[in-house]
């Protein structure tokens, strides 16, 4: 059964950074690319990243309202997707979800509990 | 950036009707496009890819169609676990987008 476990989630003061992990399992990780997708309370979806694979040189892409402030990693010795958050903003406040891309059309085809991040002062 | 929008933002419907939401595209995504549901609380559940190819294990009371710009996602039959929200996603090019999303009530 795929798994996606996400973690590091929290409150953190405007201008601040934080770093949310994601725990794999079930598949073969290292074969996937890997996204994350955010939801503001009471707000619809927004797409934030992608990684892809080593095939791919695990290239990444960015929505352009965290391009330059997040970046994705992973990490596939351990099945693990990262995302560091700096220069936070009230406006980045949201659950967080780890998301796997299947092989067919990038669709995202399992997605993790998710996990809240409130910036406030 | 591809915007979509959907149609209707929100329906009430009663258990049995047959429902339909449309997906527009601001410009032609082929079929590069996904459907999904969000029950309240929980993590988006995938439905259809490839916007008509049904995710494994999802129920065949959903259907979906389209290409180019307009899609739609249809429940034949609606059941007590189908209100929930329902949002598409283009995965044709980058940023990818999501709708705005659908909102299924109860009548």
């Known amino acids: 059964e795929v798994q996606l476990v996400e973690s590091g989630g929290g409150l953190v003061q405007p201008g601040g950074s934080l770093s949310l992990s994601c725990a794999a399992s079930?598949?073969?990780?290292?074969?996937?690319?890997l996204e994350w997708v955010r939801q503001a309370p009471g707000r619809g979806l927004e797409w934030v990243g992608r990684i892809r694979n080593k095939a791919n040189s695990y290239t990444t892409e960015y929505a352009a309202s965290v391009k330059g402030r997040f970046t994705i990693s992973r990490d596939d010795s351990k099945s693990s997707l990262f995302l560091q958050m700096n220069n936070l903003r009230a406006e980045d406040t949201a659950v967080y979800y780890c998301?796997?891309?299947?092989?067919?059309?990038?669709?995202?085809?399992?997605w993790g509990q998710g996990a809240l991040v409130t910036v406030s002062s | 950036d591809i915007q979509l929008t959907q149609s209707p933002s929100f329906l009430s419907a009663s258990v049995g009707d047959r429902v339909t939401i449309t997906c527009r595209a601001s410009?032609?995504?082929?079929?590069?496009l996904a459907w999904y549901q969000q029950k309240v609380g929980k993590a988006p559940k995938p439905l259809i890819y490839a916007a008509s190819t049904l995710q494994s294990g999802v129920s065949s009371r959903f259907s979906g169609s389209g290409s180019g710009t307009e899609f739609t996602l249809t429940i034949s039959s609606l059941q007590p676990e189908d209100f929930a929200t329902y949002y598409c996603?283009?995965?044709?090019?980058?940023?990818?987008?999501f709708g705005p999303g659908t909102t299924v009530d109860i009548k």
């Open positions: 996603q283009q995965l044709n090019s980058f940023p990818l987008t």
């Open positions: 079930g598949f073969t990780f290292s074969d996937h690319y």
């Open positions: 998301t796997r891309a299947g092989f067919s059309y990038g669709f995202l085809d399992s």
């Open positions: 410009q032609g995504i082929g079929t590069f």
